[in-house]
Structures are given as structure tokens and as C-alpha cells.
């Protein structure tokens, strides 16, 4: 491997492992990459803090996938019917940004003008959603996204498909992803509807401990400075976090639940009066991913105590008479259920 070029053949990438604390967004991600049903990822804070490097930062970590060749949409290989005869390839998982300034077209798909004009021929020009199909797509500032690209999202993350019907096309493919959005609070709120399609929310903030804010400001010089030496150094790190996410992945569905741990979840989101059942069903999927990451055999106690202040904080309805941080009131929640 060349230096200075990552196990994907791509230019280097500031390496995950040398992240400085952020633990909560840096387990949050992960877990999304373990069992990607979690249901994405929503990380708020301040500017500055690593929520872009983070996300830039797992796309290089993720293990290679296999895809039907050529195909436009990713399409596994495992997942068609017939496949003699069908031709595969490694490629590396997409994490896919969508700007903010992104038309409909770009991010559903079009009519591939340029073909229709030179060559005469109607055909599909894939969009954002098809890219991302399978991997991440990625939202920063997603709290400032048009309302018209919200609901288009909405829409094709309840069915997983995206239907494009226009200039007399009528296109259906698989769009499933892992949604993950940054951004900052101060400059808006999310929707409802959106904030409540996020599996995990973090929240990050600026370091307080002087000595973090030091090896932070050192990395990331010494990353600008010289990107190939830097990846080099840690890429050892980074590829024990990978066989992590790989032997983590193996282990999933061996992870037991026992009832116990189905009760503290329910006992937990009656506690907090969170609406719906998916709040449980989102604590015990983070929880097996979070105790499969730990290498442990089944969901403790301990497991879901971790994850549910990022499952549960975003879901708690506001209450007048307790202004205390969401993540606050999860944890008094929890010691309430202990006591």
C-alpha cells in the first residue's frame, strides 16, 4: 500500500483512533456500523469539535463490501435470486454527503440529459440516494435542510426505496442507508418527524480539561502538517477498531437479551413517558451492538445503561417544570429505577 493512502486506496483520512475523547459520538458511530437497524446517528454541538472529521473518520474504517458489478445502487450480490453468471466486486462502504444547497434532482435522480441530447436514448441518472444505497448518507447542518428535502428523506427512510416518476420515468430502486446528521442547536431546530427517524443523538462540546485541549490542537497540526506520516502512525489503532466492527458484526446475532434486560428498557421508557415503542426496541438493538463491541455474550445492565442516555434523550417530551438536560433526566431516571 502506497503511504499516505488508506486500506481503501483513497488519500488518508485523519485516523479515528486519533480522536480525543468525544467517547459518546465516536461509541454512537460505531454502533451504527454494527447494526446499521439501530437507525442512524444525530450529533449536536458546538462548531469545531470533530463532528465531520468523526463521520470522515469511520468511512475509512469500515470493511470493504461486495457489490453486483456495475450496478448503480450497490446492489448485494447475496440478494439476487439467480446469481450464476453475475459478476461481483469489493468496494469500499459509501458515506455519502448531501448539501445542504442540493437540488431534488441531484439527491432522487433524473433524466440523464446528457445522453438524451447526444444519444438520443431516455435513461436514468442516479442521484445521492442511489449512491448512498447500503452505506451513510451524511448531513451536516442537517437542522438548516430545506423542509421539500426533509420530507423526501422521510419518505424513503420508512419504505427504504426511492420511486422517481418524472419526464416519463417511472425508476424504483433500493435506497437503504444509515442517516447521520451534525449540527449546531443555536442555529435551529430539527423537526420532529426527523429528530424522531435518528436511532442515537450525542450531544459534543467544546474540551474543558486544558491537556485535551493541547493534544487535540498537537494532532491536529501534526495531521496538517504532514497527513501521510500522521495516518502511518495511527493506522495500526485504526485497523484494531475495524476488526472490532467486523467481529462485532459476527457476533450480533448471538448476543442474548434476556428478560431482565427487556424489562429495564421498558422500565425505563415508562419512567420517562416517551411515546411509542420504539425507544425500547432502539435501547435493546444499541444495547446488543454496544455489548457485541464489548465482546460480551449477552445485554446487561451495564450495556444499556451506556446507550439509553443517546436513545432516549432526544425522545423525551418537554416539560415545563424540569428545564435539566434530557441526558440529565435519562440518568436520574435510571438511578431512580436502581433506588
Known amino acids: 500500500m502506497l503511504r ?7 488519500r488518508a483520512a485523519f485516523p479515528f483512533s486519533a480522536i480525543v475523547g468525544q467517547t ?3 461509541r454512537a458511530l460505531l454502533i451504527s456500523a454494527v447494526d446499521p437497524a439501530v437507525g442512524g446517528v444525530l450529533v449536536f454541538g458546538d462548531r469545531g469539535t470533530g463532528k465531520s472529521t468523526a463521520v470522515r473518520a469511520l468511512a475509512q474504517l469500515l470493511p470493504k463490501m461486495r457489490v453486483v458489478l456495475g450496478s448503480p445502487y450497490n446492489i448485494d450480490p447475496t440478494s439476487i435470486p439467480e446469481t450464476d453468471g453475475v ?13 445542504l444547497g442540493a437540488t431534488e434532482d441531484r439527491v432522487v435522480g433524473a433524466l440523464d440529459i446528457e445522453k438524451a441530447l447526444t444519444q438520443g436514448e431516455r435513461s436514468f441518472q442516479p442521484g445521492l440516494l442511489a449512491q448512498a444505497n447500503r452505506g451513510f448518507l451524511y448531513i451536516d447542518e442537517i ?16 419504505s427504504g426505496e426511492n420511486l422517481v416518476e418524472r419526464e416519463g420515468l417511472s425508476i424504483r430502486h433500493p435506497a437503504r442507508f444509515v442517516l447521520i446528521g451534525s449540527g449546531n442547536p443555536e442555529e435551529g431546530e430539527l423537526r420532529p418527524q426527523l429528530l ?10 467544546t474540551p474543558e480539561a486544558i491537556k485535551d485541549r493541547i493534544e487535540v490542537v498537537r494532532r491536529r497540526d501534526a495531521f496538517d502538517r504532514d497527513p501521510t506520516a500522521f495516518y502511518e502512525k495511527w493506522k495500526r489503532k485504526d485497523a484494531q477498531v475495524r476488526r472490532s466492527i467486523v467481529s462485532a458484526r459476527e457476533r450480533l446475532e448471538s448476543v442474548d437479551v434476556p428478560d431482565r434486560a427487556l424489562e429495564r428498557a421498558a422500565a425505563l421508557c415508562m419512567a420517562l413517558g416517551t411515546d411509542g415503542l420504539r425507544g425500547e426496541l ?13 465482546g460480551e455474550e449477552q445485554v446487561g445492565e451495564a450495556a444499556l445503561d451506556f446507550v439509553a442516555p443517546m436513545v432516549l434523550g432526544h425522545r423525551l417530551r418537554r416539560n415545563p417544570l424540569d428545564d435539566s438536560r434530557a441526558v440529565t433526566r435519562v440518568e436520574k431516571a435510571l438511578a431512580e429505577l436502581v433506588g
Open 282 to 294: 432502539t435501547l435493546m438493538r444499541a444495547a446488543r451492538a454496544h455489548a457485541a463491541l464489548e
Open 87 to 99: 459478476k461481483s466486486r469489493l468496494v469500499p462502504v459509501p458515506v455519502v454527503d448531501l448539501p
Open 196 to 205: 424522531d427517524r435518528f436511532g442515537l443523538s450525542v450531544d459534543v462540546a
Open 143 to 158: 437542522n438548516l435542510l430545506e423542509d421539500h428535502l426533509v420530507d423526501l428523506l422521510l419518505d424513503v427512510a420508512a
Open 4 to 10: 499516505g493512502i488508506n486500506d481503501l486506496g483513497e
Open 24 to 26: 459518546s459520538m465516536k
